[in-house]
C-alpha cells in the first residue's frame, strides 16, 4: 500500500479496532486508488430489519486526500436498503455513511471515524432506522459535470410552452438553465438541450439501484416503473422535426430526460416529496430519431435540418440506443414563488393579492424580502423616479437611473423567479396615490381587489388616504423614525375593527408614555443636500441599517398578516448595533359620532380614566385630554387623558382643574410626537350614583371651550366618566352658532 489514507486505516484497524473487522486484502487499480478490504462484523441482532450478516466483506476506496473514501459492500447478493449511493452497472452497493463535503469533513477524519460511522450504518440498518423521509433514497456522489436547472412547472406538462436548455455562463458551459424558446437569444442556435419529462407511477415505483448508462437501459428502467419511454420520444421526435434550416437546432440538440420519482419510505409509505433526477443524452435527437427508426439521416441538401422523417418507421435498434449514453445530470428546481415559500420554512406559497403604495427604501427591501419568503401576488404603486442618491439605500440599481421606481422594482422583483414561473408582479403604477390622475381607475381596480394594502411611503397624509379607502383590503403602515434608528409596523386587524388610524394614535401613546422613547420621534439624522434645491436634502442613513430595519420589518409584518389581530411593533437600533423590541398592546376602539365628527375611545384610554376616578372617590376628579384631530376627516382619536394638575380642587360635588404645569406638559407632548397629537378637550368624574349626563356647569365649561378651539376650527370635547359608564360630548361651533 502506497496511500497514506489507507495505510493509517489498516494500521488503526490492526492495532485497535481488531474486534470490529479484519484486514484481509488490498488492491491498486491503474490510477493510483488503492482499496482496503476487511472482514467487518455487523453486530446485527437475531432478526435484522434487512437480510445483512454477521460479517460483511466491505471494501473502502482511497483516492489520496481528494475524496471522500468509498465504502463498498462486496457480497454480490447485499440486500437494497435507503442510504446506498447510486453506482454505475457493474460496481458493487456503494453505502452512504457521510452526507458531508469532503472539503469539510477531511478537516477533522480520522480512521477511527471512518471505522465508526460504518459500524453505525449497519447498526442503523438492522434496525430499520437508516432513512430520513425528507430525504432522496438514492444519493449520486459520482462525477457529473452538468448542472441542470428546470422550472417545477415542467413535470407538470401544463404549460404548451416549447422549453430549450441554454447555457447561462461561457466560462462554465455545464449549468443549463431552462428558458421558454421564445426567450432565448438569437444567437443560441447550437449547443441547444431539449427537455422532457416523466413521472413514474407511485404503485409501480421501486428504488433505483444502478446508475443508466445509455439510453436504452435508461429506457427498460423507465419501462419496468410504467413509462414507456420509446413511443413517447418516437412521437415527440416526429413532431419536432422539419426540413428547413430552422429546424436544424433542434435536430442537432440534446436530450434531457427528467424523471420525477415519488419517494417510497422504508415501511412503504410514500412522504409528499419527489425525487428528480435528469439524464442527458450524448447524441442528438436526430440521431436517436433514427436510432428508434422513426427518422432518416438526409443524403442530400433537400432537408437542410439533416435529417427527414421515415414514411415507415422501423422497430428502434437496441445496439443503437446502446450507444447513445447517457450522463446523469446534478438536478436543481428553478426558484419559483412555490420553492421560495419552502426555503423560507412556510408550507405554501402566499398568492394573497397585495398593494404596495411606496417604491422607496423601505419599500424595495420590504417588497424584495416578502417576494424571496413566496408572500403576495404584487402591485407597486409609486410616481417617483430613481435618481443618483437614492442608490445609497435603495435595492435597485445605476442601470435604473430615470426610470420610475415602481415600473423598475417590479422588473426586478419577477427577474427573481424563473421565466417559466408565475409573473409576481402583475402591475407597477407610477403614480401620486393622492393625485392618480390618468391612474384613477387603473388605481381604483387594483385596490379593490386587494386582500392587503401596505403603506411604504413614510408619509401621514398617505397612510391616513388609503386607511379611509372604501375597499376591503386589510391595511398596513412600515415606516422608520425621523433618524431611520427605529423601524415601525402597524397592522389592521383583519376584520378592520381596529382600523390603521386607531393605531397610528395607539402608536403615539406609546411614543408619549414610554422614557426609551423619548427621542423616537424628535432625534434628527445628520442631513445631506444631493443637489442645490433647499428641499433637496437626506439623511445620512448607512445601507446596512436600512436593511436591518427593513428586515425586522418585513419578518413582522408576514406574522401580523398571517394572524386575525391588530398588531404594533417598535424595532430601535443601539448605538453598538443592538436591538430594542416594543410591542404595545393593542386596545379594542369604541366609536360615536357627533355632529358628523367621529370621536374614537380606545380601551386603554378607556381605563386610565377610570383608573384615576377610583383612586380619587369620593371627591370628583378630571384633567385635559390630548388626541389626533383630522380636520378634513373630521375624526378625532383620544390618545392620552391627562392627570389633573398639583393646584386642582376636588370635593363630592364639584371639580375645578388646576393650570400649574399643563401648558407646558401639552407643549412637551406635542413636540415629543412631531405635533401629531394636541390638545382636544377636558375629562372629569360623576361621584358615585350620579347620572354621567352633562350637568349645566358642564355645558358651560364645554361652550367655552368651544369658544377657544374654535380659533382654530376645532370642536371641544368632554368626556364625563361614572359609575354607569363613559359620555363623550362635543360642541362645534358654526356660523356664529354654538352647536
Known amino acids: 500500500m502506497r496511500l497514506p489514507v489507507a495505510m493509517a486505516v489498516a494500521r488503526y484497524v490492526t492495532l485497535h479496532a481488531a474486534g470490529i473487522a479484519t484486514v484481509v486484502g488490498a488492491h491498486r487499480n491503474e490510477d493510483e486508488s488503492e482499496i482496503l478490504v476487511l472482514d467487518f462484523r455487523t453486530g446485527v441482532p437475531q432478526r435484522p430489519a434487512v437480510e445483512l450478516d454477521r460479517i460483511e466483506p466491505v471494501g473502502i476506496a482511497f483516492d489520496d486526500r481528494s475524496s471522500s473514501p468509498f465504502v463498498l459492500m462486496l457480497r454480490e447478493d447485499f440486500p437494497d436498503t435507503e442510504h446506498q449511493q447510486l453506482v454505475p452497472e457493474g460496481c458493487p452497493a456503494a453505502i452512504c455513511i457521510d452526507d458531508r463535503p469532503w472539503e469539510e469533513a477531511k478537516l477533522t477524519w480520522t480512521p477511527a471515524e471512518l471505522i465508526e460511522r460504518i459500524l453505525t450504518w449497519f447498526h442503523r440498518a438492522a434496525r430499520g432506522e437508516l432513512h430520513d423521509p425528507a430525504q432522496p433514497l438514492d444519493p449520486f456522489f459520482g462525477y457529473s459535470p452538468w448542472r441542470f436547472v428546470f422550472p417545477a412547472s415542467v413535470l407538470s406538462g401544463k404549460d404548451g410552452v416549447e422549453l430549450v436548455g441554454a447555457i447561462n455562463d461561457a466560462v462554465d458551459p455545464n449549468v443549463v438553465i431552462v428558458l421558454p424558446l421564445a426567450a432565448l437569444a438569437k444567437d443560441a442556435g447550437t449547443g441547444r438541450i431539449l427537455p422532457i419529462a416523466y413521472e413514474v407511477p407511485p404503485e409501480r415505483m421501486r428504488r433505483l439501484r444502478k446508475a443508466p448508462r445509455d439510453l436504452a437501459t435508461l429506457g427498460a428502467m423507465l419501462k419496468d416503473r410504467g413509462v414507456d419511454l420509446y413511443s413517447d420520444l418516437r412521437d415527440r421526435i416526429v413532431g419536432w422535426t422539419g426540413v428547413s434550416e430552422q429546424d436544424r437546432p433542434r435536430m442537432n440538440a440534446s436530450l434531457a430526460i427528467i ?47 439533416g435529417f427527414a422523417r421515415q414514411v415507415i418507421t422501423t422497430d428502434p435498434d437496441d445496439a443503437a440506443l446502446a450507444a447513445c449514453g447517457v450522463e446523469i445530470a446534478q438536478v436543481h428546481v428553478a426558484f419559483d414563488p412555490d420553492r421560495a415559500a419552502a426555503l423560507s420554512g412556510r408550507p405554501a406559497r402566499d398568492g394573497r393579492k397585495a398593494v404596495m403604495v411606496g417604491a422607496g427604501a423601505v419599500g424595495s427591501h420590504l417588497a424584495e424580502y416578502m417576494t424571496r419568503e413566496g408572500r403576495f401576488d404584487w402591485t407597486i404603486v409609486d410616481d417617483d423616479r430613481l435618481l443618483p442618491h437614492n442608490l445609497a439605500r435603495h435595492t435597485l440599481r445605476s442601470p435604473q437611473i430615470g426610470l420610475r421606481k415602481a415600473h423598475a422594482l417590479k422588473d426586478r422583483l419577477n427577474s427573481i423567479f424563473t421565466l417559466t414561473g408565475p409573473t409576481v408582479v402583475g402591475a407597477a403604477i407610477g403614480c401620486d396615490i393622492l393625485k392618480p390622475g390618468e391612474h384613477a381607475d387603473e388605481l381604483a381596480l387594483a385596490l379593490s381587489q386587494a386582500e392587503i394594502i401596505i403603506d411604504a411611503t413614510a408619509s401621514v397624509a398617505a397612510s391616513r388616504h388609503l386607511a379611509d379607502l372604501d375597499v376591503g383590503g386589510r391595511r398596513v403602515s412600515v415606516f422608520f423614525n425621523p433618524s431611520a434608528e427605529a423601524a415601525i409596523v402597524l397592522v389592521e386587524a383583519a376584520d378592520r375593527a381596529v382600523a390603521l388610524r386607531d393605531l397610528e394614535a395607539q402608536y403615539y401613546r406609546e411614543v408619549l408614555q414610554h422614557a426609551e422613547l423619548e427621542r423616537h420621534l424628535t432625534a434628527v439624522g445628520e442631513r445631506f443636500a444631493y443637489t442645490g434645491a433647499c428641499r433637496a436634502v437626506t439623511n445620512r442613513v448607512p445601507a446596512s441599517r436600512v436593511a436591518l430595519l427593513s428586515a425586522l420589518a418585513a419578518r ?74 383630522d380636520t378634513r376627516a373630521r375624526r378625532i382619536h383620544l390618545v392620552e387623558a391627562l392627570p389633573p394638575p398639583p393646584d386642582s380642587v376636588g370635593s363630592p360635588t364639584q371639580f375645578e382643574r388646576g393650570v400649574a404645569g399643563l401648558g407646558d406638559d401639552i407643549a412637551a407632548k406635542e413636540a415629543r410626537v412631531m405635533h401629531q397629537v394636541r390638545y382636544v378637550g377636558e375629562w372629569h368624574s360623576h361621584p358615585r350614583r350620579s347620572s354621567i349626563r352633562p350637568s349645566e356647569t358642564d355645558l358651560v365649561q364645554l361652550g367655552a371651550i368651544t369658544m377657544d378651539l374654535s380659533i382654530d376650527g376645532l370642536p371641544s370635547l368632554s368626556v364625563i366618566v361614572g359609575d354607569t359608564g363613559i359620555t363623550v360630548a362635543l360642541a362645534e361651533l358654526k356660523m356664529n352658532t354654538a352647536t
Open 259 to 305: 424523471v420525477a420519482m415519488p419517494v417510497i419510505g422504508p415501511t412503504g409509505t410514500r412522504p409528499e416529496m419527489v425525487d428528480v433526477r435528469a439524464f442527458m443524452t450524448t447524441r442528438t435527437v436526430g440521431e436517436i430519431g433514427v436510432a428508434l427508426g422513426v427518422l432518416l439521416a438526409a443524403q442530400s441538401t433537400h432537408s437542410p435540418s
Open 556 to 629: 413582522a409584518l408576514a406574522e401580523a398578516v398571517d394572524r386575525p389581530d391588530a398588531f404594533i411593533g417598535i424595532w430601535s437600533i443601539g448605538a453598538e448595533g443592538q436591538v430594542t423590541p416594543t410591542r404595545p398592546a393593542v386596545s379594542q376602539v369604541e366609536r360615536v359620532t357627533i355632529l358628523d365628527w367621529e370621536v374614537a375611545l380606545d380601551a386603554s384610554v378607556r381605563a386610565s380614566m377610570v383608573a384615576m376616578r377610583e383612586a380619587r372617590l369620593p371627591s370628583e376628579t378630571g384633567g385635559a385630554v390630548i388626541g389626533v384631530v
